[in-house]
């Protein structure tokens, strides 16, 4: 039987998603593409790493994903998110199920992972959003991670995205 051929598609701006994701590609050797720009062929692969990044309560793939579902339902899709949220808060899932419609939810695997924020490198009038946004946050962490900026992005935080690609190229060459 032909190995199993996966690909990494990722969408998000700055920085920590396009970490995580080439990380991911020099570990499993998978191809990487990056959505904001690449248009790959998906009828060529067989199963699918995509990483999003969350801003303001949404996941950055959802109109990506949405449109291309049909290409992808029948395959297995691991989706990582990258947020800001740590990936044990209750508002994580209110912003997966805003983004996406139940069929998409229930089929794929989703993995939440934490992001970075350097303010320094947002447009300004973003800055100026996320630190009004932050000093109206009751959460004391948020207020601080959205007015101080953070990196919680660590190369061991892809390790369960790496265990569900070998198993995808496992099930495949057994
Ligand atoms: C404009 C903006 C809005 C954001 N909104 C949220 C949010 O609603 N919830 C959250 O958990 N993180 C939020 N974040 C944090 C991002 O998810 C985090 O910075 C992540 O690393 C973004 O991915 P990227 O580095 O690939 O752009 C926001 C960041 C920006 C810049």
Redesign the pocket.
């Known amino acids: 039987m032909n190995p199993s051929k996966g690909v990494i598609l990722y969408h998000?701006?700055?920085?920590?998603?396009?970490?995580y994701a080439q990380w991911i590609a020099e570990t499993t050797g998978l191809p990487l593409f990056d959505l904001r720009k690449d248009k790959p062929d998906l009828r060529n692969y067989d199963f699918f790493i995509l990483g999003s990044?969350?801003?303001?309560?949404?996941f950055?793939i959802r109109h990506w994903l949405t449109a291309n579902w049909k290409l992808l339902h029948d395959k297995p899709v691991l989706l990582f998110s990258?947020?800001?949220?740590a990936p044990d808060h209750p508002?994580?899932k209110t912003?997966f199920e805003q983004s996406f419609e139940p069929t998409i939810r229930q089929a794929v695997d989703w993995i939440p992972l934490?992001?970075?924020?350097n303010l320094q490198k947002?447009p300004w009038f973003?800055r100026l959003?996320?630190k009004w946004v932050g000093k109206h946050q009751e959460d004391e962490e948020a207020r601080q991670r959205m007015t101080e900026g953070?990196d919680f992005?660590e190369r061991q935080n892809i390790e369960a995205v790496i265990e569900w690609a070998e198993e995808q190229m496992g099930v495949a060459a057994a």
């Open positions: 998000g701006k700055y920085g920590g998603t396009c970490q990044a969350i801003y303001i309560g949404r950055a990258v947020s800001g949220t508002d994580l912003y934490r992001g970075r924020l947002l973003l959003m996320l953070f992005v």
